[in-house]
């Protein structure tokens, strides 16, 4: 019998303590066989660790004056790089508290955060806490895809210890400062602290640096311009952090947390101080060197504009359209045609349909008077099937005649016939380019009047007849190849060009129609005589000419 009990006994010890241990132990063997091989299969398809020296991020490219005026910021991600020892420590400490309190004493993966993020996703039944250290979180920006899944954890698991051993806390750190995204559209911590506070990163305080640290779990939900509210209850929980972690005391804690906070508004873009010349300066660096160094590449461009002539020019193209329109009490005029052109023109128009937001050009081809009525009526015709009337003061009779080309607004139809008024105010525009003589400098460029942006740059972009502006072409040679000088006489008369070639003559005239007779060069070219002109043309010769024009960068075709 006691041999039958200690029989019994073994057989219960087994089934009871035995046997499970055995399982637990096999269970123990067979998840580590499990581990190796994911580690083993896993960890043969992984990305190589790139050199610390390698690492180039997307930066802002930055434009300035001549006096060193920012004028321009281009970035496809808003980062300005600045180094490790640049950046408070305080501004450390609040990222570490917020995002990975052990950072230096774990070789990369702090399992004890992995344990307890499981724990806590277990009990809450889903994704509520990451585990992922800042290491982690470095490895998975730079080397893996966003995937959610349990073979690319454990990837990024093995890479992050094989990132720290090759790159050290520091570097590690020092790149995840400068590479977090932390809303609106800033990228790393110089970025965000001018972007939401208008200073650069070591100007922070700690309850500043808090409120940018506790943007990482959620820019948009934490962002103080959308809900100061939720950055404010972020900002005290990483301060809370804080002082769990060490990084603050508890008096410290308190005048931080009742700290006024000044959230900046959006401030002027550089852009508008120059906006103009600053595109143009785009538009060339694109052009040389593409859009890829541009936006992403932190080139620093260093240009000739000055912001206060900039000012001037903006203020005196203004000025002078403002004096043209006082000068011109009739802008509605736009042209006068030959009487016998008028067919030919309408012939070529296409009948538009009307609207009262457009602005029409109708020829004059008709005028009304009727000596006993104060009013007076232009017929004027947009198309040969198209034809309306507008209604003047009898006292215009003598301005306007038959064959002007008219600015019109249509108003409404009277019997089918459309009635319209003079576009009496047009959106005059003009363009200014202020060159330093001496360096060959631009110092403003003004593309046209308005504050709308990528505009049409007339300075530029516009292709149209030179017209007079192209007479000091003709003056320069005679003064470099003839014996002109200022003081020579030019005798403004009336004269006539025989074209041999074309059986033709050719009988030039003055803007104003009149002939001054002796005049001196300099005074015929401040006045911009044409018959001076030609004479001057005629003597030096085309080919002195064009070559003159090709030495001084006219690319156009002149012969």
């Known amino acids: 019998?006691?041999?039958?009990?200690?029989?019994?006994?073994?057989?219960?010890?087994?089934?009871?303590?035995?046997?499970?241990?055995?399982?637990?132990?096999?269970?123990?063997?067979?998840?580590?066989?499990?581990?190796?091989?994911?580690?083993?299969?896993?960890?043969?398809?992984?990305?190589?660790?790139p050199d610390i020296v390698s690492y180039q991020p997307r930066t802002v490219s930055t434009f300035y004056a001549d006096d060193g005026t920012v004028i321009g910021i281009f970035y496809k991600q808003k980062r300005f790089v600045v180094d490790l020892q640049q950046i408070p420590p305080l501004v450390i400490n609040a990222f570490l508290a917020a995002e990975d309190a052990r950072f230096f004493q774990h070789n990369g993966v702090d399992w004890q955060g992995l344990v307890r993020a499981l724990v806590r996703n277990v009990r809450a039944g889903r994704v509520v806490q990451g585990g992922s250290t800042i290491t982690m979180q470095v490895t998975r920006n730079f080397l893996l895809t966003r995937e959610r899944s349990f073979s690319r954890k454990i990837k990024e698991i093995i890479l992050a210890q094989r990132l720290e051993r090759i790159w050290g806390k520091e570097k590690v750190l020092h790149i995840y400062l400068n590479e977090i995204y932390l809303g609106e559209g800033n990228y790393g911590v110089e970025a965000a602290a001018r972007g939401y506070f208008g200073k650069p990163v070591e100007h922070l305080n700690v309850a500043e640096a808090a409120l940018l640290a506790g943007l990482v779990a959620s820019p948009a939900r934490y962002n103080p311009f959308k809900s100061e509210e939720n950055a404010r209850n972020r900002q005290v929980t990483v301060l809370g952090r804080m002082v769990k972690a060490g990084f603050l005391s508890e008096s410290e804690f308190q005048v931080a947390k009742e700290q006024v906070l000044v959230i900046r508004g959006e401030s002027p873009r550089p852009f508008d101080l120059v906006p103009d010349f600053a595109e143009a300066v785009r538009r060339y660096i694109v052009k040389k060197y593409g859009e890829e160094k541009l936006y992403n590449e932190g080139l620093k461009v260093f240009t000739t504009v000055r912001v206060e002539y900039q000012k001037l020019a903006h203020e005196a193209v203004e000025k002078g359209l403002l004096e043209i329109k006082g000068r011109q009490k009739h802008l509605a005029i736009l042209r006068t045609l030959p009487v016998n052109e008028i067919n030919e023109l309408l012939q070529r128009r296409a009948t538009p349909n009307l609207t009262t937001d457009k602005i029409y050009q109708g020829v004059v081809v008709k005028i009304n008077r009727k000596p006993k009525e104060k009013d007076m009526e232009l017929q004027v015709a947009l198309s040969t099937r198209m034809k309306g009337v507008v209604t003047l003061p009898a006292a215009s009779a003598g301005v306007y005649k038959v064959g002007q080309v008219l600015a019109l607004k249509f108003q409404h139809f009277v019997d089918e016939v459309p009635v319209f008024i003079l576009d009496d105010n047009p959106q005059l525009q003009g363009a200014l380019v202020c060159i330093e003589n001496r360096t060959g400098y631009v110092r403003a460029l003004v593309g046209g009047s308005g504050t709308e942006q990528f505009r049409f740059n007339r300075a530029l972009q516009a292709k149209r007849q030179p017209g007079s502006a192209f007479k000091p072409v003709i003056y320069s040679v005679a003064l470099e190849r003839k014996s002109y000088s200022p003081a020579t006489i030019i005798v403004d008369e009336p004269i006539v060009v025989d074209f041999e070639r074309e059986d033709e003559e050719w009988e030039p005239k003055n803007a104003g129609g009149d002939f001054l007779g002796p005049v001196s060069f300099r005074r015929a070219l401040e006045l911009s005589r044409n018959i001076c002109t030609i004479k001057i043309l005629m003597d030096v010769g085309f080919d002195s000419v064009l070559k003159m024009a090709d030495r001084m960068g006219i690319t156009a075709p002149l012969g």
């Open 1 to 49: 019998m006691p041999q039958g009990r200690h029989y019994v006994a073994s057989i219960f010890f087994k089934a009871i303590i035995v046997w499970p241990l055995a399982l637990v132990w096999a269970a123990g063997f067979l998840c580590a066989g499990l581990a190796v091989g994911a580690y083993v299969v896993l960890s043969s398809d992984l990305p190589e660790v």
